[in-house]
């Protein structure tokens, strides 16, 4: 690489935001390309906080090539780091078009851009909702995919072209990383998880009722076939997640053609396991009741992660106490996220 500018679209978000932090650790620069549809331009201030070093920034939207074209005219762009998206599950069963238009057509006009511009050098933000209901545990990365909501299908036809894409140009160097639960925050306890409303997601959910936002935690289910008939998944720490792409972008210099890995930690815990980790956690207690399943939702979910670490030499190394610790000290120090 002649320079080490990474442009992070969605870099204002929960991971995006932690990812800027770690690639400035690495001694990367950064540019962010963000809209603000869901995240705030004081997480970016913070990450400079964090890191002492700037975070330049352009609002706009990753389907605008003009404005993609002033990134790359303005800029020597070494590599991308592709966050920008949409990813509420239930919001794109009520808007489909709107999930397909932001994720699927942003991702081809980026692309698009790159390629006039030859920067070849891209990481994308995948998810292990591309696995829908896997039908043997742990989740390897040659299991079959399918979709079961059109968020789902939107990562899953992002990965399909730039898979294609790839395949079709070897001079393209393309990550396709599929997260597992990405949970926790920076252990300054600045940036973090800041959803919008009622959160969908378990650890934000279990954060706002310890901080006292909330009542009671819903638990979707006790019926299923796991430990104590609670839901499991493959919880990870954002800042492990966030040095995985580091990691994935270091590794791509020696690559040709697009690569899928899972990043996780290879470990699953129920509801009611990280419901207790939190309590411990924060010394607050976490009521909840137990309440019928969501619709959707499957019973265990857990990766197969050695991939990640045999081929980019990364594996997780926070552990749930850390997880629940560093997303309480977030909570703690911002009870309604990020101002204004
Ligand atoms: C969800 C999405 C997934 C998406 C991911 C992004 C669904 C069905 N899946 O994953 O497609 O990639 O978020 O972050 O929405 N739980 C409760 N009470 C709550 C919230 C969750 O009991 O209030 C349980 C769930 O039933 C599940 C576990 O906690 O067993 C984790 O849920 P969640 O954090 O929403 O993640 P996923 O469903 O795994």
Redesign the pocket.
Known sequence: MTTKKILVTGGAGYIGSHTCVALLQAGYEVLVLDNFSNSKAESLRRVETISGKKVPLVQADVRDREALRDVFRQHSIAGVIHFAGL?A??ESVAEPLKYYDNNVSGSVALAQVMAEFGVQVLVFSS???VYGDPAQLPIREDFPLSAT?P??GSKLMVEQIYGDLAASDATWQIALLRYF??VGAHSSGTIGEDPNGLP????P?VSQVAVGRREF?????DDYATIDG????DYIHVMDLAEGHVRALAWLQNQSGAHVFNLGTGRGFS?LEMVKAFELASNKPVPYRISPR?P??VAA?YADASKAERELGWKAVRDINAMCQDAWHWQKQNPVGYPD
């Open positions: 990813k599950v239930g998810s292990a909702t909501n968020y789902g639960n990405p969908n997601n378990l650890m959910f935690l819903n638990v979707w289910g609670t839901g499991v998944r509801v969501r959707g939702d979910v």
